[in-house]
């Protein structure tokens, strides 16, 4: 009979672990998704793309690479010049410059190692 009791202890003590363990895989879960949704969701790049005298450029594309995967995401500006480049992962680099018809602004760097949430960066064509 002490066995059949020692089994049975066995087994409620194997269930509460997988149980513990359950749990907290779950409160990881959720805890990682709430992290998600609250905000955090990466850096921020904005900007204008303006000529010699700061007039924005409508129409100029932006270009954002990623140094790592040397994947690129463009932005056409409006009127204002204004472009905007959200969720960036905080870890990576990336090169952003912009064209407007066929003159190029300079490259500029956004670091990982700038730990700023919010980054601004005006890129300038000499367009003559």
Not at 19 to 27: D, E, G, P, S
Not at 58 to 66: G, K, W
Not at 68 to 71: D, H, K, L, N, Q
Not at 119 to 128: A, E, G, P, Q
């Given at each position: 009979m002490?066995?059949?009791a020692?089994?049975?202890?066995?087994?409620?003590?194997?269930?509460a672990a997988?149980?513990?363990?359950?749990?907290?895989?779950?409160?990881a879960?959720?805890?990682?998704?709430a992290k998600?949704k609250?905000g955090?969701?990466?850096?921020?790049l904005?900007?204008?793309?303006v000529?010699?005298?700061?007039?924005?450029l409508?129409?100029?594309?932006?270009?954002?690479?990623?140094t790592?995967?040397?994947?690129v995401?463009?932005f056409?500006?409006?009127?204002?010049g204004?472009?905007r480049?959200?969720?960036?992962?905080?870890?990576?680099?990336y090169?952003v410059y912009a064209q407007?018809?066929d003159h190029k602004?300079?490259?500029k760097?956004?670091?990982?190692?700038?730990?700023?949430?919010s980054?601004?960066?005006?890129?300038?064509?000499?367009?003559?």
């Open positions: 002490p066995v059949f020692e089994g049975n202890l066995m087994k409620k003590h194997g269930v997988l149980m513990i363990v359950a749990m907290a895989f779950a409160l879960s959720l805890s990682a998704s998600d609250s955090d969701a990466g850096r921020l904005t900007g204008r793309v000529d010699k005298s700061d007039a924005p409508p129409d100029a594309v932006v270009y954002l690479a990623n790592r995967t040397r994947a995401k463009t056409i500006v409006g009127k204002d204004m472009y480049f959200p969720a960036l992962s905080p870890n990576v680099d090169e407007y018809k602004s300079d490259t760097t956004v670091s990982q190692f700038d730990t700023r949430p980054v601004n960066i005006n890129l300038k064509i000499d367009t003559k």
